[in-house]
């Protein structure tokens, strides 16, 4: 069965400062994807990264990092200089890699505030 | 960039009563899903379905849930007799069959289903 936990309901932060979101999955596969999704208040699921289980390499783009260890079965999201746009849900995800047929299982969400 | 559509964004709909949910999933994909969101909670995993038929489904998806492609470019979901558990945002997705999973699964921006 596959599992993925956010322990961090909510996290709240003043603008400017950075925010770690963390993610810990659970799976049996050898060879799986992990997501980010962000979710603003208007509800669509806005996809933001895609790691393959053989790739650990961290990833940046603009103020957004990911920092994935196998090792842990962690696969955190930072958010550096965080802006008020970037309230939102964050949900973290696992795929198994099984060719075409893709079902995602997600974590329960951390809602991340940012206060101006 | 090619993109999955849902019809309506919100349903209300009285207690008891027949809801279709419809998707338009991106043209060359192979493989369609549902899934749920109840307010606040997590994206739950409903069905998927490809060559016409259910490959899987959750233990939510019961006897009251269907789905069906009518025609080349619709996925729809039906709710027989509603129930006031079943309000949630509804997500489409799809997902092509290109390499082993190399491309994420494209999410709709949700039906929001209102039971009364």
């Known amino acids: 069965a596959q599992k993925v936990t956010q322990a961090q309901t909510e996290i709240s932060v003043v603008e400017k400062e950075d925010v770690t979101l963390d993610c810990v999955y659970e799976t049996r596969d050898t060879t799986y994807y992990l997501f980010w999704y962000k979710q603003p208040p208007s509800g669509e699921l806005v996809f933001l990264i895609r790691?393959?289980?053989?790739?650990?390499q961290n990833e940046i783009s603009g103020r957004y990092s990911w920092n994935f260890q196998k090792s842990t079965s962690s696969f955190n999201f930072t958010i550096t200089a965080s802006q008020v746009v970037d309230s939102a849900v964050y949900f973290c995800?696992?795929?198994?890699?099984?060719?075409?047929?893709?079902?995602?299982?997600f974590g329960t969400g951390t809602k991340l505030q940012v206060i101006p | 960039e090619p993109e999955v559509t849902q019809t309506p964004s919100h349903q209300v709909t009285q207690m008891g009563q027949e809801v279709i949910l419809r998707c338009v999933p991106i043209?060359?994909?192979?493989?369609f899903y549902w899934y749920r969101q109840i307010l606040g909670q997590k994206v739950e995993f409903l069905v998927s379905f490809y060559n016409n038929e259910i490959s899987e489904k959750s233990e939510i998806f019961d006897d009251q849930f269907s789905v069906e492609r009518p025609d080349g470019s619709n996925f729809t979901l039906k709710i027989r007799s509603t129930k006031l558990e079943d309000s949630a945002m509804y997500f489409c997705a799809s997902s092509d069959q290109q390499g082993v999973g190399n491309q994420p699964q494209h999410f709709g921006d949700g039906t929001r289903l209102s039971i009364l």
């Open positions: 043209s060359n994909h192979l493989y």
């Open positions: 790691r393959n289980s053989f790739d650990e």
């Open positions: 995800a696992l795929r198994r890699d099984s060719g075409g047929y893709q079902k995602v299982t």
